[in-house]
């Protein structure tokens, strides 16, 4: 019903009222029907008395359709309101769901994002797991990834993300990707990154972090820069910058290793493309999973969803991600 528990305009019932009544739509229209007959059987009664009899079926037929005129404009009119602001909603769900129709799904388990917290399917109402969670098509949050590999180890994966915030109550759309995920596993997984930076910006420099440790870079600007995250169950590091030191910071034993790198367009203006690469250990194995790649207009933490959607920029922004493992791996 809420989109933000705490403000009652936010979510469906903004749009429906409180929809919990519906459970009183079957009894309302019972009685109303009711009372619909008795109402009728009154005014012919009333007429007969007034008006002769073959009169009857004439007047009655007036008094009807001059009912139906005037509820029927009032029904019209209070309905056109509601009915617009509904279709432009859906006009926005169709845009971001437009993924779902162009792809085959089958056999497969798609990672959806929380907008509004751990809610499986809210707001993606229309992605709904079958009861068994077995459907063709199996649907997950994303914040235990490698929980839902062992439970799916023979389907395929894919991450549903978009761009901007998702308001198709105000009729703004998101763009959104469907991206191939694919698992690999060994003593060591080599994540290869290749970034573009639009002319006349340069890419000048690099940051890895697993949240508790940081290291950073500078590069050249280098166009296209090809980096590799060479991570093992010691350490996860970062290769192709030139730097005097080891970039690496210590492989979490299940978490993420985010790398941001910084385009300056100068006088401080710029972008960032941010790297998640889920990590997960088994003794001297490390797991990953292709990383979730995000364009962000501010340094730091995004401040909406922003998922690389690659041909959504009105600038040449591009980031290639391959994953691959020293070992034994599948997709």
Known sequence: MLGTISDPTDGLVRFLGPFYHVDVLVPAAAFGAVGSL??????????????????????????????????????????AEPVRDNYVVTEQYDRAYE?????????????????????????????????????????????????????????????Y????????????????????????????????????????????????????????????????????????????RLR?????ETLSVPTPDAGTVTLVAFVDYGAGSGYNYRVELPVDQRGEVVRTLTPRVEVCWTDGECEVPAAHVPGSYQYDIDLDVTVNATGESRA
């Open 38 to 79: 008795w109402v009728a059987r009154g005014l012919r009664t009333a007429v007969e008395d007034r008006v002769r009899p073959r009169r009857v079926r004439p007047v009655l037929l007036v008094v009807a359709l001059v009912c139906a005129t005037v509820g029927g404009g009032v029904a019209v009119t209070a309905a």
């Open 99 to 159: 993924p779902f129709e162009e792809r085959d799904l089958s056999d497969a388990v798609v990672f959806l994002p929380t907008p509004y917290g751990d809610w499986l399917h809210h707001p993606f109402q229309y992605l709904r797991n079958d009861p068994g969670f077995d459907g063709d098509t199996v649907y997950a949050m994303g914040d235990r990834q490698f929980a839902v590999v062992d439970n799916y180890p023979d389907r395929r994966y894919y991450r």
């Open 161 to 236: 993300d978009y761009r901007d915030e998702w308001a198709p109550y105000r009729g703004q759309s998101v763009d959104p990707r469907i991206q191939r995920v694919r698992l690999a596993e060994g003593k060591a997984v080599t994540t290869g990154l290749e970034a573009v930076a639009p002319a006349p910006a340069r890419l000048t420099s690099v940051r890895l972090t697993n949240g508790d440790r940081e290291a950073t870079a500078t590069v050249n600007g280098t166009d296209p820069l090809l980096l590799r995250l060479v991570t093992d169950a010691e350490t996860t």
């Open 240 to 244: 192709g910058v030139e730097s005097n």
